[in-house]
């Protein structure tokens, strides 16, 4: 079964760091682009960062650059999210994703997501 599964979310207070875990099993990450994206209550969900398949191309938004960072680690068929300096507008579930373009058998997409972790920031 195709699965990624996110761990390390939980509750800092504000200025503290914490480290989320995106484990695959079922597939090969080698292959896919990962992502990290978040959403807030009440709120869309946005791109936190990217990671192409080999980690020589990450990109994010300007609002997330210094703060959070992303890298991977395809031996150990995982991405991982580094957040420091965390204010409580950080407050959210995120999720990893994993995206292989237009390597499904109909030339589609293969995107796989996780089922998220909560982050809390409060003091």
């Known amino acids: 079964q195709v699965q990624l599964a996110e761990s390390g979310g939980g509750s800092v207070q504000p200025g503290g760091s914490l480290r989320l875990v995106c484990a695959a099993s079922g597939f090969t990450i080698s292959d896919y682009g990962m992502s990290w994206y978040r959403q807030a209550p009440g709120k869309e969900r946005e791109w936190v960062a990217g990671i192409s398949p080999r980690g020589d191309n990450i990109n994010q938004p300007d609002s997330m650059k210094g703060r959070f960072y992303i890298s991977r680690d395809n031996a150990k068929n995982t991405a991982y999210l580094q957040m420091t300096n965390l204010k409580p507008e950080d407050t959210a579930v995120y999720y990893c994703?994993?995206?292989?373009?237009?390597?499904?058998?109909?030339?589609?997409?293969?995107?796989?997501w996780g089922q998220g972790t909560l982050v809390t920031v409060s003091s």
């Open positions: 994703k994993g995206l292989a373009p237009g390597s499904a058998s109909d030339g589609s997409d293969l995107e796989v």
